[in-house]
């Protein structure tokens, strides 16, 4: 739903920028988590912002830690015979469950 309470289209469902605040006790769809961070990483202005970017040690880490837990959650998946998550699926679930944030 928009501002005035209406239901948005899916092209403005896209486009929208989700807070937050307002996702406390709620859960956002899949395709508005990465609409959002699409929608916010274009707006970074790394010029303005630099301390906003990440060095490569930095950006290899996170990719290291985002890979341990990605293969944890799937062997937990192959023990209770669920299927696994795609890596997008696990790291919409990681950055709500585990950063607590979208």
């Known amino acids: 739903l928009g501002s005035d309470g209406r239901e948005l289209s899916r092209e403005d469902q896209k486009q929208r920028v989700v807070l937050k605040e307002e996702l406390i006790g709620q859960v956002i769809p899949y395709s508005a ?7 916010q990483a274009e707006q970074v202005d790394f010029v303005e912002n630099p301390s906003l970017q990440m060095t490569r040690k930095q950006v290899l880490e996170f990719i ?12 937990v998946d192959d023990r209770v015979g669920i299927n696994r ?8 679930d990681y950055h709500l469950e585990k950063l607590a944030e979208p």
């Open 85 to 92: 998550q795609s890596l997008p699926e696990f790291i919409y």
């Open 33 to 39: 988590f990465w609409g959002s961070v699409i929608k």
């Open 64 to 75: 290291s830690v985002i890979y341990v837990e990605k293969l944890l959650a799937d062997e």
